[in-house]
């Protein structure tokens, strides 16, 4: 109490330092001036009573103040033997507290079974979820994201892809991805919707006026040309006088109308037959040693005449340019960025084998990390060390300690005192 009281009021009106020096020199004025008080009252016995107090006060004091100060500094600047410990002994202290720290308190083993229970990978999740939302978070997200695409090598971008995709078309064999394609095609029954293009096409083409008058006219001058004798020639020309040439038409494209009317049913034999015309023959050119080599030339020619640099810069130009409006717009951080972290973060945390995957890597590469930079902790507290010279060091560990360690005089003193006036009892009692 008496100790807490006295420093709590050298707090407020000085150093604890400077107050308990002051505290140590008093109690050993008072022991000093007791013991000078009482000699001349020898023959007063409760005189003689204090006086042994104050005798032994005043031993214990110096003892103490020799003890105290021979640990910073010789005793009255005089170098005695044993004095000064700290200076005389500053690399072997050092080195013994560079041990200390190095295998007691923050030894390795210390230090992997604190990280071993303290779950990293949840509480730096936690922390990343708790800050998201934070205009700080907002603000480091849009400058990352800054710096990643500065820090795209775009002008590597275009060669490489130039290369690859050149790369891939070289090798790319034309007559079969075009058999490829027949075969999704024919899977799908393209072929009959092909074929049915067709018709629709011919039965537009056989209903135009014009088409029909030219089918009759030509039917007309081929029946002109036709050659016979007798009673066949006979009713040859009697049907060519009988039928115009529109009538001619219009009959030709009516037996035409009946002929595509039955390739548009599904189950035509005709039909059917024809298809399987076409694919036969589609495989069989696609087949063929010429063919592939035409398709490989066809493809040579067309990627000779693509500008790809000149696209692809246009490309990546407006990719970059989309990028940076996109990071600079508003709300960029909170509507793309931190809705996709906080799903990551949800799934990760809902994922306890990853999660387990991931804080079993970060405590070994901690782990590695402390195996290999351990020593440093000791070199870095004997660099800070040696940084001071031995006034500078006895200054900041007086700074720090000094207090504590005046208070032993103090202490020494007032047991001094009553370890006196309990041996003058013990003398007393003595016959």
Known sequence: MLRTSLEDRSDASGGPKRRTRYIAGVSLAVMAGGFLLTLPFDNVPWVRFLRSGFEAGLVGGLADWFAVTALFRHPLGVPI???????????????????????????????????????ITERALDGLAAGLRSEEAAGLIVAASEFALQSVPWERIVPALERVIRSRLDALDAAEWISRAAEYGFSRQWDGKALDFALDFAEEFINRESTVLQMGAMASEALGRVKTSGLMSFALNAFAGFMSEERLGETIRQWLQGQIDELRYEH??????????????????????????????????????????????????RIRTKLEETIRSEGYAETIVVPVLEKAIRLLRDDAGRTAQIESYVQDKLAGWIESNHHRIGKLIEENIDKYDNETLIAMLESKIGGDLQWIR????????????LLAVIHLLLP
């Not at 004095?83 to 200390?100: D, E, G, H, Y």
């Not at 103090?410 to 006036?421: E, P, R, S």
């Open 268 to 317: 035509n034999p005709t039909r059917l037959s024809l298809l399987a015309a076409i694919r036969t023959k589609l495989e069989h050119a696609l087949a063929r040693e010429e063919t592939r080599n035409a398709l490989d030339e066809w493809k040579k020619a067309l990627l000779s005449r693509f500008d790809w640099s000149g696209e692809l810069e246009a490309l990546v130009a």
């Open 410 to 421: 103090v202490n020494g003193a007032i047991c001094g005192f009553l370890i006196g006036l």
């Open 81 to 119: 033997p044993h004095t000064a410990i700290l200076p005389s002994n500053r690399r072997r202290v050092t080195k013994a507290l560079v041990s200390v720290v190095e295998n007691d308190l923050l030894s390795k083993e210390s230090i992997r079974d604190k990280l071993a229970r303290f779950p």
